[in-house]
């Protein structure tokens, strides 16, 4: 656990917030849990309000809709990621080279996913279930994170650090698939956060590095 | 397309079957389809019987109830994929090398996985939402396949074919990990199947292979 993520809370927020803020955080993280075990089709509002300990009325306060619910679990969880990787970037040393923030970008992501799991998982399993319209704000967040990492991988080109045989972007998308399906399947129980940032930076670097 | 799925149909039997097999086989695609688009909660009898163009209780005749035709959706995709790179395997020649080997299993379990989509997906996004009792035979399936791959690292590793500093179990679950989500993004109509084999082969050499 980093010191950057040690701080925070599983809500990613820094600071202690107002009850109304804390009492919207968590419907969210019970509607992670639901969403993420459920799946879309069968999330009920009224087992996301058993797991948050609240009233389901009470939910409408905070989000119009089922739906509107549900968007804002896939959109919070891919904004939060996005933020912290985006955040650990920008503290990087001047001079820091493009692999090297590749494989920061590669230790930020899997803290910060494994933190936030039930947000990750429930992103990962309802990708291809959850509709268009719920979709459509998580979807564009998603598309912002690619964005970020095709610019990282575009630097490192840039300055020789890849493979020249390498197709970028498909690489690209296997190391984030690798990353993302982490969630399901480690066990702190058997292999430490450290080990398992450390095996996918050595695979990103020997996949992808010029040697 | 590979000779040996190519001359396959979805269902990657190879020759034709007897028309309550025919039948069974189409109940199966069509709950994987569902299962994977609906998930495990939502995946309802009505619309499995819709997709494959039968009433709801002709499902009856060949399974005896939702929980068991999911099981099946459930076993059925691990247990191809795992008798085709099994195949493969088998197939080889005599004395190819266990790098070789691990590269050859990469290319036949994607070919395979994006062969029976359907089942990939279904099987991918309800990992953790499918009940237990439900998973049992799935889950025995996918620690055997697990195994296949484990034996087929540890050849590598006595060849001396793997850098000495890995973690081959994390590499492993990395790696099948990339290639399971490939299902959720691949697009043929941007990179043939083709060009994603032979970038997860070097990501999977240049990742784990001694250099």
């Known amino acids: 656990m980093t010191e950057q993520t040690g701080t925070r809370g599983r809500s990613g927020a820094a600071r202690p917030l107002p009850k109304s803020h804390r009492t919207r955080e968590r419907i969210l993280d019970a509607a992670a849990r639901v969403l993420s075990s459920k799946g879309y089709a069968g999330t009920r509002l009224q087992d996301v309000a058993a797991e948050a300990g609240l009233q389901a009325p009470a939910i409408y306060y905070y989000f119009g809709s089922r739906d509107?619910?549900?968007?804002?679990?896939?959109?919070?969880?891919?904004?939060?990621?996005?933020?912290?990787?985006s955040d650990v970037l920008a503290a990087l040393p001047a001079g820091t080279g493009p692999m090297e923030r590749i494989l920061a970008a590669v230790e930020a992501h899997l803290r910060y996913e494994l933190l936030i799991s039930d947000y990750t998982t429930a992103s990962v399993r309802n990708a291809g279930q959850v509709p268009d319209e719920v979709r459509e704000r998580s979807a564009a967040e998603e598309a912002a994170y690619s964005h970020m990492w095709r610019d990282l991988f575009e630097a490192a080109r840039e300055a020789g650090d890849l493979r020249p045989d390498i197709d970028a972007n498909l690489a690209r998308f296997l190391i984030l698939g690798a990353m993302n399906w982490a969630a399901e399947w480690w066990d702190p129980s058997h292999r430490t956060l450290d080990d398992l940032v450390a095996a996918t930076q050595q695979l990103v670097l020997g996949g992808i590095g010029r040697h």
């Open 68 to 85: 509107e619910l549900i968007a804002e679990v896939m959109f919070v969880g891919a904004h939060r990621v996005r933020g912290h990787v």
